[in-house]
Structures are given as C-alpha cells and as structure tokens.
C-alpha cells in the first residue's frame, strides 16, 4: 500500500505554508542570514531526517538553507514528505528563521530530438547522468538539473531545439512574465497558460516559464 499525495493535497494540508509544489518535488527556501547559522540548521534537518528515517536534499548557501522534498520509491511526494515539511517548518519558526517561498524555483534542460535514443546515448555520457523512463537523465548526486529528451517529428533547422524549463511557484510567476517581456522577450505560445508559457529572448532562445504544478488544478 502506497502513501502517495497529490501535490494539491500537500499544498492544501495545515502547516505547509513554507513550501512550494515545482516541477521535481516540494521545495522551500529558508533565510539564515549567516553561514554558521545555516550550519546549524541543516543539521538539525539532518537529525529530523535520520529520525524519521526519510531523506531530503538540502542545499546550504551563504544566508539560506534550500531544501527539496520527494519520494522516490512513489516517484512523487508521499505522506513523509508531507510530515517532514511541517516538521522542518516547526524548527525554522523555533529557530526564528524565515522561510521566502517566491525564492523557490526548479530548472530542467529540455532537448527537442528526433532520434531521442540517440541523442540520450550522448548526453548521458557528457554529463554522467542516470537514465530515468523512457526520456530523462538524471544527476546521480542530483546536482545538476535533470534533461528531459523531448520527441519531435522532424527536424527544425529554423528553431533552437534546446530550451529551458523553469518551474516556479504560482504566486511570483506573473512578476517573472512581465519582467522578462520588459527585459525584451516575447511570448512564442500561451496555449498552455496558466501551466506554462513558452518565452523567447530576442534572438528566439527558449524557456518554458511553467507554475505548473504548484496551482494545477490537475495535480
């Protein structure tokens, strides 16, 4: 028997106001103002985690704690990641450290292949990634962002066929849309929107600006 949640049912669950439902997992960004303190905090995670017997990725910077929740044995987000979210939570408030949601955001490369065997064998081994179904590489140390090879019918010469995919929370994507419109990029299509918007910089580079699945009603 699974513990599997849909990320609507973690967004909707009491004591998750911290974190944000991207594209690889629910995220939270915590700011410790220092590195010693940041220190401090990803190791009592640490202890959280081993007690629970259910491990996050915790990335620590200079003045912020990143942490990543899923579970891979359900390829998604489970109950732990649910109990460990509030858990984590409850210490930052007790350590009087503050979670910054609108920093949340997750990156994958996408290339757009008609032989996509093919062009997997090649970046799999550049990069030294894991393969993972049928069209993504994964970073073994989960490091790097993960590449998606994406199926297209032909060839297209006229388009750059690698782009990225940004995930971020639903509550800062309309400042990231107008920012990037300002800074002079157009939107290529918005036939997904609100899932995602296809942008390109001005000399038609692409990124997929997506909230999808922290907001999907779908999720």
């Known amino acids: 028997m699974t ?7 973690f967004r909707q669950s009491e004591g998750t106001g911290d974190w944000r439902v991207v594209g690889d997992g629910a995220r939270a960004v915590f ?10 905090f990803a190791t009592a995670i640490a202890e959280l985690a081993d007690t629970a017997d259910h491990h996050p990725d915790v990335d620590l910077r200079y003045g912020a704690v990143a942490v990543r929740l899923i579970s891979h044995d359900v390829g998604d987000l489970s109950r732990r990641d649910l109990a460990l979210a509030r858990a984590i939570s ?26 996509v065997a093919a062009v997997r064998r090649f970046w799999q081994a550049v990069l030294g ?38 995930y971020v929370p639903t509550d800062v994507v309309e400042q990231r849309l107008a920012a990037a419109l300002a800074a002079g990029g157009r939107i290529v299509r918005d036939t997904d929107a609100p ?7 001005p000399e038609g580079n692409e990124v997929d600006l997506a909230p999808w699945r922290d907001d999907s009603p779908w999720s």
Do not use: Y
């Open 129 to 166: 990634h894991d393969p993972v179904d049928d069209g993504d590489l994964s970073d073994p140390l989960g490091i790097l962002p993960n590449v998606w090879i994406q199926q297209i019918d032909a060839v297209r010469p006229e388009r750059n066929t690698v782009h990225l995919d940004l």
């Open 31 to 40: 700011r410790t103002a220092s590195f010693t303190k940041g220190a401090a």
């Open 3 to 9: 513990d599997a949640i849909s990320p609507r049912d």
């Open 195 to 201: 899932e995602w918007w296809t942008l390109a910089d």
């Open 90 to 115: 409850t210490l930052a408030a007790e350590q009087g450290i503050a979670a910054d949601p609108a920093a949340v955001q997750s990156l994958q490369i996408a290339i757009d292949a008609v032989d």
